[in-house]
């Protein structure tokens, strides 16, 4: 079936490659960040309009829009051997505030007033208002890069060294700092968590599939779990756009 797609850009988008992994382009409701080089674009599907935002920095490398704020991390000067810096900007205000350096970036997120943001594989909130960061403590292992939704951050934590797959997941409340453990079956990487659901790839300790093609949709809250699965000839590279 033939698809129409709307032309956003009318040149390629200048990206350090060597840097940036994942978060290249950031989608909230009806709009969509992006950058090339320096500059921050902000396309709303509705008007059809851009708005563009000149960084500080001389390269931006990771975006996460919400709402009205922009997070973004961006190097400052190519000649000088610093971390890049966590940059946050208000769509309201129009202003760039600079809230530290990140070395080894890591993931963006916002929940609220409040910036979530991985640097050397620990993951760290800080607090708009009260200008405070925290980190969050797990076991030195593996942590996956985490997934927001509102007030709840959720992670996985590797198992311990010796053993394969992940141990657990550990479900954040951003609002009033708890946490709690679960352990769904084949706990794998998550991918992304809405409201009492996180959805993430299999990892089965027993059965291990390379190709990563199983899939599961589970209830944080009531443990209730759909499994869905892309097609048995399916690819690591094929299986998450078969299932979404």
Same mark, same amino acid.
């Given at each position: 079936?033939?698809?129409?797609?709307?032309?956003?850009?009318?040149?390629?988008? /200048?990206?350090?490659?060597?840097?940036?992994?994942?978060?290249?382009?950031?989608?909230?409701?009806?709009?969509?960040?992006?950058?090339?080089?320096?500059?921050?674009?902000?396309?709303?599907?509705?008007?059809?309009?851009?708005?563009?935002?000149?960084?500080? @920095?001389?390269? &931006?490398?990771? =975006?996460?829009?919400? /709402?009205?704020?922009?997070?973004?991390?961006?190097?400052?000067?190519?000649?000088?051997?610093?971390?890049?810096?966590?940059? !946050?900007?208000?769509?309201?205000?129009?202003?760039?505030?600079?809230?530290?350096?990140?070395?080894?970036?890591?993931?963006?997120?916002?929940? @609220?007033?409040?910036?979530?943001?991985?640097?050397? @594989?620990?993951?760290?909130?800080?607090?708009?208002?009260?200008?405070?960061?925290?980190?969050?403590?797990?076991?030195?292992?593996?942590?996956?890069?985490?997934? &927001?939704?509102?007030?709840?951050?959720?992670?996985?934590?590797?198992?311990?060294?010796?053993?394969?797959?992940?141990?657990?997941? !550990?479900?954040?409340?951003?609002?009033?700092?708890?946490?709690?453990?679960? &352990?769904?079956?084949? =706990?794998?990487?998550?991918?992304?968590?809405?409201?009492?659901?996180?959805?993430? &790839?299999?990892?089965?300790?027993?059965?291990?599939?390379?190709?990563?093609?199983?899939?599961?949709?589970?209830?944080?809250?009531? @443990?209730?779990?759909? !499994?869905?699965?892309?097609?048995?000839?399916?690819?690591?590279?094929?299986?998450?756009?078969? !299932?979404?």
């Amino acid at each position: 079936k033939d698809s129409k797609f709307d032309k956003i850009t009318d040149n390629p988008l /200048q990206l350090d490659i060597d840097e940036t992994i994942d978060q290249s382009i950031a989608l909230d409701t009806n709009r969509l960040a992006y950058y090339s080089e320096n500059v921050l674009y902000i396309y709303d599907f509705d008007t059809n309009t851009t708005e563009t935002i000149v960084s500080p @920095g001389v390269q &931006v490398r990771r =975006i996460f829009l919400k /709402q009205n704020l922009l997070a973004y991390v961006a190097l400052m000067d190519p000649y000088i051997d610093e971390a890049p810096k966590l940059i !946050v900007y208000d769509l309201i205000n129009k202003t760039h505030t600079q809230i530290g350096s990140i070395r080894n970036l890591g993931f963006l997120g916002i929940s @609220g007033n409040k910036i979530i943001y991985g640097s050397s @594989g620990s993951i760290f909130i800080h607090d708009l208002l009260t200008n405070r960061t925290d980190k969050i403590e797990e076991p030195p292992r593996m942590v996956f890069l985490p997934a &927001v939704d509102n007030d709840l951050l959720a992670i996985s934590i590797s198992s311990p060294i010796g053993e394969s797959c992940y141990e657990k997941a !550990v479900i954040y409340n951003l609002s009033d700092g708890t946490k709690r453990d679960i &352990v769904p079956p084949d =706990i794998g990487p998550i991918l992304d968590i809405k409201e009492n659901k996180i959805l993430y &790839v299999a990892c089965s300790k027993t059965d291990f599939d390379y190709f990563w093609r199983k899939f599961y949709l589970y209830d944080i809250n009531t @443990g209730e779990y759909k !499994v869905l699965s892309a097609p048995s000839d399916a690819t690591d590279s094929q299986s998450l756009n078969n !299932v979404m």
